[in-house]
Nanobody, 124 residues
Framework: QVQLVESGGGSVQAGGSLRLSCAAS????????MGWFRQAAGKEREGVAI???????TYADSAKGRFTIDQDNSKNRLYLQMNNLKPEDAAMYYC??????????????????WGQGTQVTVSS
């Protein structure tokens, strides 16, 4: 049973940075992909950044150039470095793990394990 616990959220001003962390416990070797999703109030959950076990990454257009996903397999940790944050980045951010296929990696249906989320607030 894989468990994911996020941390690192908080409140920042526009232009600021945050680094989210996700601690994974349990057997995650079967999870081909891990990633970050977010959900703002009244909106659908959307994929932000994904990393495969081979290190390949996929980013949403809104995250390209500002966010970086990386992982430390020795520590079973996943990170999301977020720079130049904008008010529209404010949301609950979730860590996810799944077997995922070769396409649609940013779609939530690919992931079967989710953390409880960490809140990110960005003020203008």
């Amino acid at each position: 049973q894989v468990q994911l616990v996020e941390s690192g959220g908080g409140s920042v001003q526009a232009g600021g940075s945050l680094r989210l962390s996700c601690a994974a416990s349990g057997y995650i070797a079967s999870s081909r992909c891990m990633g970050w999703f977010r959900q703002a109030a009244g909106k659908e959950r959307e994929g932000v950044a994904i990393i495969a076990r081979d290190g390949g990454t996929t980013y949403a257009d809104s995250a390209k150039g500002r966010f970086t996903i990386d992982q430390d397999n020795s520590k079973n940790r996943l990170y999301l470095q977020m720079n130049n944050l904008k008010p529209e980045d404010a949301a609950m951010y979730y860590c996810a793990a799944g077997a995922c296929g070769d396409s649609d990696l940013l779609r939530s249906y690919q992931y079967n394990t989710w953390g409880q989320g960490t809140q990110v607030t960005v003020s203008s």
